[in-house]
């Protein structure tokens, strides 16, 4: 059973984290499309529409991969994970239940409108559209954090006769607030990978002197919604993330930061590699008492160590999930540095010219799609070894008639449809990118003149 146990978890996890780069994108764009819309309602001007559209025509590429790649998520809970699924579908089934029925919907209906009804909905209506397609984005976003919240730290259920969990407050699923600051902090993940790709085209098109108007419009508004979703990543949202985990999962804590043992002003790791046989991190790159003063505002505090833990509660794969760990912190913090540094050059004029920093914003796309990524390794791998935490081990939740080799059949399967499915959105977004917000070659008037005001 163990070998299979391993073999659904990977698959799982191949499969969530390939959908997982479409999602994060999709709730990113949503928030700068209800941006440039809003730009173009208040100043009438037809350049911040003709930027919506060319966004928009990506963020529909983008949310088609996204449903296509999602739908084998829902299915796997019945066909990897059924006795999860019966334990707990009570509970999960109401929130994965208003996602697809009230969110998805909201935001594919009026996707639709978005793209395709402009002229007939107005100035007025089209902005009202393009809002709820963020809402429902957002809301869909919502009750799938809400679900996984629950796994990371149940609330609002009871056991019932028969042993399976049954909802008891429906309010104490959603408003867990665990599932409120999960929510932000991933929300705000989400919005730097839109502003990372926003920007990164408006770099691409300044250095290679092309839709210049456009250029400048897609690297302000990047940079500057990027750089508050950056600090607000950092504070409060990522430091209430940790304060939570201190709080109600400590080994999963310890294994993060790589503290085997039990410390009184205990450090922070900037770097080093745990070494689970002799528990300890070699090399060590350190704070002095920093760890004790983030978790428990207390330089001197004591942080409980991996040994204060009976062994079975440690999660099980302790070296990825530190590398992971600090894989998102380190991300997190050059995305702090670059996108202050490059709102500094907009306030002193100088970004558009500035060719070292376009590029910069340019290689940096792939970073936030890797340190989202990582941050939800974090998460899963830390809940690990329970896949309900104090409920029910991962080991128990797995189909008992689904071998390992079954698994091992569709995983291969995935992985060659995934491929295909890559090679065609990355071929997608090119080829729009190359087509640019304007085919037309002439500069518009309205376009001149935002060029004459940056």
Known sequence: MGQAV??????????????????????????????????????????YNRA??????????????????GIPMEFQFGTNWAAFSRAAGGVIGQTLAMEGVFSFFLE?????????????????GHWWAGFLVFAGSWLSGFFIVATDAWMQ???????????????????????NKWALWQYAHTMLGAVQTGCFVMAAVGAFYLLTNRDQAHGRTFVRGGVIVGAFAALLQLFPTGDMQGKLVAEHQQPTLAAMEGLFESEQGAPLAILGQPDVEKRKLDNPLEVPNM???????????NVKGLSDFPQIEWPDQIPLLYYSYHVMVGLGTIFIAVLVLASLLLWSGKLYDSRWMLWM????????????????????????????????????????????????????GFM???????ILWLFLIYREIELGPEPSEHLQKDDAAVLAVD
């Open 361 to 412: 914003l340019m290689l940096c796309v792939p970073l936030p799609f890797i340190a989202n990524t990582a941050g939800w390794m974090t998460a899963e791998l830390g809940r690990q070894p329970w896949l309900i935490y104090g409920l029910m081990r991962t080991a128990s939740g797995v189909s008992p008639r689904v071998a390992g080799g079954n698994a091992w059949f569709t995983l291969i």
């Open 153 to 175: 730290h149940p609330t609002g259920y009871r056991i019932g006769a028969n042993g399976a969990i049954e909802l008891s407050s429906f309010w104490g699923l959603l408003l």
């Open 416 to 422: 060659g449809m995934y491929t295909v499915l890559g």
């Open 6 to 47: 391993d073999v659904h978890r990977l698959q799982f996890a191949f499969t969530i984290t390939f959908h997982y780069i479409f999602p994060q994108l999709t709730m990113g764009l949503a928030l700068l499309l209800v941006y440039l819309k809003t730009k173009a309602l208040r100043t009438g001007d037809e350049h």
């Open 108 to 124: 594919s209906s009026f996707l639709g409108l978005f793209l395709y009804g402009e002229k007939k909905l107005g100035r007025m």
């Open 291 to 301: 760890l004790s003063f983030l978790t428990y505002r207390q330089w001197r505090a």
């Open 52 to 69: 919506a559209r060319f966004w928009a025509r990506i963020f529909g590429i983008n949310f088609a991969l996204g449903v296509i790649t």
